[in-house]
């Protein structure tokens, strides 16, 4: 089976400059995460969509970050304008049924 | 709330056994566990559900402590494939959201 397929898989822009990154889930995954690992820490959830509807958001900084899955598929994840703080790898997953997380290998972004 | 941790990091011999912790103060509907290495996705390697129940394949179990919102990870006569960054991922509640808050992670060195 196919798995979490993530890109890019690095991204180095300056500070103020925008970004997205894309996601395409295990086929059948209702459940899709994106989740921002700091250098050093565990993942934190950043978004949480059932289908293509918003499960959780609440530590999403709607101010500078944004993200879409449209048909329940595909999922992009956008920040603008990007802080030096934002750099971070940028984690994908999907799951069946809520139940164990499938990572992607991720996006590594470095704000400059 | 994030789980805790410990230890933070273990530095093993092959063959040697390790114990690592995962608490929460809230009541907990589920613990997963998953290993990171350097670089890489993090990998899922089991789930437990509330009800005390103890899991695990050959040499790598878990148990859930319900009252105590406590998990432990049991790897027994490591090996240098153990190697990476252990974390645990609690789901809060009565319920399955599918929302895990993960831990700060324990760095697990296995050296020949």
């Given at each position: 089976e196919a798995g979490v397929a993530q890109s890019p898989r690095y991204k180095i822009i300056e500070k103020r400059q925008s970004v997205a990154f894309w996601c395409n889930p295990i086929s059948g995954h209702a459940t899709l995460y994106w989740y921002q690992q700091i250098l050093g820490q565990g993942p934190k959830?950043?978004?949480?969509?059932?289908?293509?509807?918003?499960?959780?958001?609440?530590?999403?900084?709607?101010?500078?970050?944004s993200a879409e899955r449209l048909k329940g598929v595909d999922s992009t994840l956008k920040i603008q304008p990007a802080k030096l703080e934002d750099s971070a790898v940028y984690?994908?997953?999907?799951?069946?049924?809520?139940?164990?997380?499938?990572f992607g290998s991720g996006t590594r972004l470095t704000v400059v | 709330q994030q789980p805790v941790q410990s230890?933070?990091?273990?530095?093993?011999?092959?063959?040697?056994?390790?114990?690592?912790?995962?608490?929460?103060?809230?009541?907990?509907?589920?613990?997963?566990?998953?290993?990171?290495?350097?670089?890489?996705?993090p990998v899922f390697l089991m789930i437990l559900l509330k009800g005390g129940e103890q899991k695990g394949h050959e040499k790598i179990s878990a148990s859930f402590n319900e009252k105590k919102q406590q998990s432990s990870l049991y790897l027994t006569a490591s090996q240098l494939s153990y190697s990476g960054t252990y974390f645990c991922g609690t789901a809060d509640g009565s319920s399955n959201t599918g929302k895990l808050i993960f831990g700060q992670g324990t760095t697990l060195q296995v050296k020949p």
């Amino acid at each position: 089976e196919a798995g979490v397929a993530q890109s890019p898989r690095y991204k180095i822009i300056e500070k103020r400059q925008s970004v997205a990154f894309w996601c395409n889930p295990i086929s059948g995954h209702a459940t899709l995460y994106w989740y921002q690992q700091i250098l050093g820490q565990g993942p934190k959830l950043l978004i949480q969509f059932q289908n293509n509807g918003v499960v959780d958001d609440s530590q999403l900084p709607k101010d500078r970050f944004s993200a879409e899955r449209l048909k329940g598929v595909d999922s992009t994840l956008k920040i603008q304008p990007a802080k030096l703080e934002d750099s971070a790898v940028y984690l994908c997953a999907s799951s069946l049924d809520r139940a164990s997380h499938v990572f992607g290998s991720g996006t590594r972004l470095t704000v400059v | 709330q994030q789980p805790v941790q410990s230890p933070q990091a273990v530095i093993l011999r092959e063959g040697e056994d390790a114990v690592i912790n995962c608490s929460s103060s809230k009541a907990l509907y589920s613990v997963h566990w998953y290993r990171q290495k350097h670089g890489e996705a993090p990998v899922f390697l089991m789930i437990l559900l509330k009800g005390g129940e103890q899991k695990g394949h050959e040499k790598i179990s878990a148990s859930f402590n319900e009252k105590k919102q406590q998990s432990s990870l049991y790897l027994t006569a490591s090996q240098l494939s153990y190697s990476g960054t252990y974390f645990c991922g609690t789901a809060d509640g009565s319920s399955n959201t599918g929302k895990l808050i993960f831990g700060q992670g324990t760095t697990l060195q296995v050296k020949p």
